[in-house]
């Protein structure tokens, strides 16, 4: 058949959701012809589940993006209505940022500033095919049989590859919130080679906010003051909605296991592996029993409607038992539904065939983000979709790969993670999953990524310029404090008043600021003129560097151990079964996984510290001979 | 930055000298805290002594010198200090140098260095594969058969503790919204407060401590006329019990401190465990079954030439996990007892053959008395790695790690900083029974607790 060609481009991104967006953004802003495919312009940076943005770890992913230059933190600074700052009570490591968005705004604005993005066009139409040449991807087809050519393709086609949605016993093809599934380019794919399995996830049902009794729910507000999640804002405006707190009962858990045999999960006809961290409700009263009750946050959707999204309840149940059981909530005694719950079943690669900058192992210059590497979230589809843009541009302007360490950012955790480890579930970022926690904060991902982002041009010259400002402010006032004394006289009322020890001889003012009963702000009291103004950006980095120093040392001594591994480089497309010495099953996952460097080497499961110095020892040995 | 580390560098036999060595950027400031004297010099032989900074005790009597990097076997910033070749010196003085913050050396790890540094030229790259690989293999091999043992069941209940307050830890810290107990800091101190006393009341009776200073406990048993004696005085070489060819001669438990292959071994020839009558007799068994039950390693004496009767019934059910070697002796008659049957009955054991009338199995003895003491580990000449003292030191960091969580507890700091010390004593207890930590955690999170967006 004779294809017709409609466009030439750098880089084609396929699928516009949360990966797909910050893929062609960055391609396109990186000064790349970029051409972003979607089969509905309706469901660009669509939510289909959850309303909010953010939470532990996922606030750091997109203050990561952010700090490199993409788009989601601004985006939810523009279109939140609620915002909360979590794990205040505990350290300033774990202070995560989550904000209920609007949904609707969300996609308009994120379509909006696509629609005005130079270099960048917007389509709708759906890809069916990959045109590969020789291993190496060219373009793509669409179902027209139209032809767009380009060097690089990123995929990022989230939950709709032969997508399927269970409710009840009833199943039926489906992409998310009622689209059309993507099929044929599910089975072009297997054709070039590509293994896909089935992952699956869920999402709860929606229903009216006028159906419900808030009398009988806790009302849950946002902060009183909103910090924002891009480093470009300094101050925001304020709360507009509550989200509200209520518990499932022994009537609604019996409701539910009456009804378990007509559940899709319990009656076998699902075969995608679904999360953990994100059971339906027949799964937690199946799986924890003896608990007497379940939260459900019921969080709105946006300013503009009137649904609700009940968190915490996805279900496959039919929609009468899900009526029934939601029913029997206190405040949701006379619940309407708007949209059923439902599990969705979709195909996905195993990520170990991806390479650290995403590129997929066996097709040269395709690259691939979001649930379609076996990930779950927004947040962290929108991380591997800026890194898959980024490192696409990357590779055909023939530039090193953008490779985060896990020392250096949570998205180079969740890449390592996924790459090297792999996944038998859906992906979802945790603080627990990164090592250097106390190194990897929210309040300093511009310290640690945005001149990475402005080297590969990324990030404008107004963010690396904000980033340098606020570095320099705060290492000269790092510096006053350290060498400002201040003795007996002046400061024991201050100290004493704020609850802790008066002084015996003088001491710095970073001294006191230690103390953990004093902060920064406090500290004012007994400072002179020579105190300058401080953002509150600013501030938080100040105190955390100051207070933290012996630990956060601790770590970036660690930081060094693990770099010198990182930085020993393994040869590419290698066959381990060469090295004398290893273990059998170690040259097998080395072979498969060929890591980068040492360090990766150490991380994949199968391969022991005498096999890494098997390694070690072959490497030098081979240096040598070189010389 | 590579860690400093250390190990006995010479091999372990009756020398005159031994030789720990110390490799890395803190072997100079580690010595210094332990060696007085005068001032260690670069490639300058120095008297001094060596004296626990801890408790100020003076441990013996020393050469030390110190090479700077890259002038040293690695490459790297090298201490060795020289002592008197016993066991007991070159132990303790290695247990300082570890107490004070070097790190126990890997199988092979100096030469290793050596190589990755430079110091090495390429044929001898394929022996240090070899000797990494070996020694690695062999660790293991040890690692598995101290997996049986109650020390390692121990480690792992110990661990399991850890694994419970990092599960509400993380889940604390993670899941910020969910309906789950809050993991307040006093709640966490008890926790805290509870794994530390496991610890050391583990460390207490470490064994490796309790050789150094009163040797190895081993208990000869057997029915009466079996050889047990013989074997004894094979071991002392000299004739000391009274050995007659009438079974119960032995009346008492004979009691011998004495060195085999340097290593203090304190050695029980029991009476046998026989029912009997006469009250001499009874207050031997008494005392055999006593001195039985407080040894590290048990040998079991059987006359391989007559079938076991109810007498070795008897003791076979004493032997129920413990660290055993069974004699099969008296092979210089016909055999009736096979090694099958013996390993059936007690499948921890070390089976050997012997015939103390014609000498043979002693040596056999020797070794695996040896071995049990240093963990199997093969003699190389630049690293001897105790496993014992490895546990030790293993144990003794994870120790301090608790101490700086329940400090920091204490002082309310972050949950998540106090979650690192934790941490770390947590991947401490894997490396000693040899399981890693990866996903361990997060999977117990899930299996756990009810969460769910």
Known sequence: MEHILMGEYDVIVVGAGHAGCEAALASARMGKKTLLCTMNLESVAMMPCNPSIGGTGKGHLVREIDALGGEMGKNIDKTFIQSKMLNTAKGPAVHSLRAQADKHKYHVEMKKTIEHTENLDLRQVEVTDLIVEDGKVCGVETVTHTWFKADAVILATGTFLRGKIFIGDSAFESGPNGLAPSNLLAENLRKHGMKLRRFKTGTPARCLAQSLDYSKMQEQKGDDVVVPFSFMNDKLGENQVSCWLTYTNAETHRVIRENFHRSALFGGQIEGIGPRYCPSIEDKVNRFADKERHQTFIEPEGLDTDEMYIQGMSSSLPEDVQLAFYKTIPGLENLRITRPAYAIEYDCIDPQDLQLNLEYRTIENLFCAGQFNGSSGYEEAAAQGLMAGINAVLKITGREPLVLGRDEAYIGVLIDDLVTKGTNEPYRIMTSRAEYRLVLRQDNADQRLTDKGYEVGLATQERYDRYLAKKDAVAREVERLENKFVGPKEADEFLIAHGTTGLNSKVSMAELLRRPQLNYTDLAEIDDETRPELSSHEITQLEVQIKYEGYIQKQMNQIERYKKLENRKLMQDFDYNQIEGLRLEAAQKLNQIQPASVGQASRISGVSPADINVLLVYLEKQRRKAE | ?453
Do not use: W
């Not at chain 2, 000498?359 to 580990?377: C, F, N, P, S």
């Open chain 2, 1 to 453: 930055m590579e860690a400093t580390i250390a190990a006995i560098a010479t091999a372990l036999g009756e020398g005159g000298i031994g030789i720990v060595r110390i490799s890395g950027e803190e072997s100079l400031p580690i010595a210094n805290k332990i060696f007085r004297g005068s001032a260690l010099k670069e490639r300058m032989l120095t008297y001094g002594h060596v004296y626990d900074n801890f408790t100020g005790e003076t441990i013996d009597e020393v050469m030390a010198v110190y090479m700077k990097g890259p002038r040293s076997y690695t490459a790297e910033d090298v201490v060795e200090i020289q002592c008197h070749g016993s066991v007991v010196s070159l132990r303790k003085i290695l247990a300082l140098v570890l107490k004070n913050g070097a790190r126990l050396a890997e199988p092979g790890e100096f030469t290793k260095r050596a190589f990755l540094n430079g110091r090495m030229d390429l044929t001898q790259a394929e022996a240090v594969i070899d000797l990494i690989r070996a020694k690695s293999d062999k660790t293991f091999d040890v690692a598995l058969s101290q997996l049986e043992g109650k020390f390692s069941q121990t480690v792992k209940d110990i661990r399991a503790d850890f694994v419970d307050l990092l599960v509400q830890i993380t889940v604390n810290i993670d899941y910020p919204d969910e309906d789950i107990e809050e993991m307040t800091y006093d709640k966490l101190f008890e926790g805290l407060g509870a794994v530390r006393e496991k610890l050391q009341a583990l460390l207490a009776t470490s064994d490796t401590g309790r050789i150094i200073k009163e040797g190895l406990n081993v208990a000869i048993i057997g029915k009466p006329n079996v050889g047990k004696s013989s074997l004894m005085n094979a071991l002392l070489r000299e004739t000391r019990a009274i050995v007659t060819e009438i079974a119960g001669t032995t009346r008492d438990t004979i009691e011998e401190v004495i060195s085999i292959r340097n290593i203090p071994v304190r050695l029980t020839d029991t009476a046998g465990i026989r029912q009997t009558d006469d009250i001499i007799e009874k207050i031997g068994i008494e005392k055999s079954k006593e001195s039985f039950n407080k040894a590290d390693l048990v040998i079991f004496m059987v006359d391989g030439s007559r079938s076991l009767d109810e007498e070795d019934e008897e003791i076979l059910q004493y032997m129920d996990g413990r660290q055993a070697i069974v004699v099969l002796n008296k092979q210089d008659l016909t055999q009736v007892v096979s090694r099958e049957e013996i390993a059936a009955r007690v499948p921890q054991a070390v089976i050997i053959d012997a015939s103390m009338k014609e000498g043979m199995g002693i040596e056999t003895i020797e070794d695996k008395i040896e071995e049990l003491v240093y963990g199997g580990q093969v003699k190389q000449n630049d690293s001897i790695m105790v496993t014992n003292v490895r546990h030790k030191n293993l144990l003794e960091l994870a120790l301090q790690s608790v101490e700086d969580a329940s400090a920091m507890t204490e002082m309310r700091q972050p949950l998540e900083f106090i979650e690192i010390d934790v941490n770390r004593s947590y991947e401490l207890l894997g490396e000693i029974i040899g399981e890693t930590a990866s996903g361990e955690i997060i999977n117990e999170v899930f299996a756990r607790f009810c969460l769910g967006k």
